[in-house]
């Protein structure tokens, strides 16, 4: 499976960006999509998590101003992020729980975004 992300940039304090990635390659299904990031010198935290059938989960930072969403027609994941801080700021990474045959089950990982929140 190829996680391909788009949709970082740079934005300032209070702004919104909306990052989007797709999965493609030969896989049975999709189970949780999502977004992790990693801020400089910090350690990689979980964003958020989307689950098959629409159920959600947030980091505590980014509760109430950060959407996730997905269309599993297209096999894609959104991360809709308003009011954003400088600490935002980091390489965002899309996320799978891929299921490559019936009874074969492994995570996948995108290339990074680069989301930049200038003061």
């Known amino acids: 499976v190829q996680l391909q992300a788009s949709g970082g940039g740079l934005v300032q304090t209070g702004g919104s960006l909306r990052l989007s990635c797709v999965a493609s390659?030969?896989?049975?299904?999709?189970?949780?999509m999502g977004w992790d990031r990693q801020a400089p010198g910090k350690r990689r935290e979980m964003v958020a998590r989307i689950s098959s059938t629409g159920n959600v989960n947030y980091g505590d930072s980014v509760k109430g101003r950060f959407t996730i969403g997905r269309d599993n027609a297209k096999n894609t994941v959104y991360l809709q992020m308003n009011s954003l801080k400088p600490e935002d700021t980091g390489v965002y990474y899309c996320e799978a729980d891929v299921n490559y045959e019936i009874d074969y089950r492994g995570p996948a990982w995108g290339q990074g975004t680069l989301v930049t929140v200038s003061s």
């Open positions: 390659g030969s896989f049975y299904s999709i189970n949780d």
